[in-house]
């Protein structure tokens, strides 16, 4: 389904960043102008992901709006945006921040069209997260399931149905992570009312990431 977004997450893994991101991504050179897919990649990147066009990249976090001036180790929307960087992962469960910080970031974001995936634990947060101005909520479980071979959709369809009610009716598009490992997955995942996926290690961690990904694409 074309609509249907596929955010692969390169958190922090040896074969995908720092040095090793630029061969990462030319690995994945099918995924160019693919508009559905998108990597969140670090900061560090953003220079070399400027520099490889076709691609859609989100940062993984983002500071909160200060301007610019006296902020020493800022990482700001406006600066992504120079490196072509149109959106950002907000609270991964991996990098959760405060409601204040929530808050400042998505109302900047959504003055400059930045995307927000603003990540939630519970129903409750889906709940509390959908009345924000922001375009998609990822629901992504405590990290008992991240990493793992369970998919989220597997584990909490009920969650899932409950956090999509959620999320639409605030005209909200859910997405949900954790354990996508094969496009059965995904298809459980759509079938329960999800906009997209969240994916890491099933495709960065896979013997052949593009080919990972390429087979939960449905
Ligand atoms: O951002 C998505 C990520 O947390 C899911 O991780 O390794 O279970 O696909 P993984």
Known sequence: MADTLYIVNLKHYRNAVGRSFRSFM??????????????????????????????????QDIDPPSGFGAYTGSVSMDVAMEYGISGTLLNHSERRVSDERIASVVQRAASLSFDVVLCARDAEEVR?????????????????????????????????????EIARASGKSLLVGAGIKSR???????????????VASGVVLANSPPDALSSLIV
């Not at 969140?40 to 400027?50: G, K, L, Q, S, T």
């Not at 101005?133 to 584990?155: D, F, H, K, Q, W």
């Open 26 to 59: 030319e690995s994945m050179g099918r995924f160019r102008h693919v508009e559905n897919v998108v990597f969140a990649i670090p900061h560090v990147n953003f220079p070399d992901a400027h520099a490889m066009d076709g691609f859609r990249f989100f940062a």
């Open 128 to 164: 509390r997260f959908s009345s924000l101005n922001c375009r998609y909520i990822a629901y992504e479980p405590p990290p008992e399931l991240i990493g793992g071979n369970i998919s989220v959709s597997t584990a909490r369809p009920e969650v899932i149905r409950q956090a999509v």
């Open 184 to 198: 059965g997955d995904v298809e459980k995942s759509i079938d329960l009312g999800a906009s997209g996926i969240l």
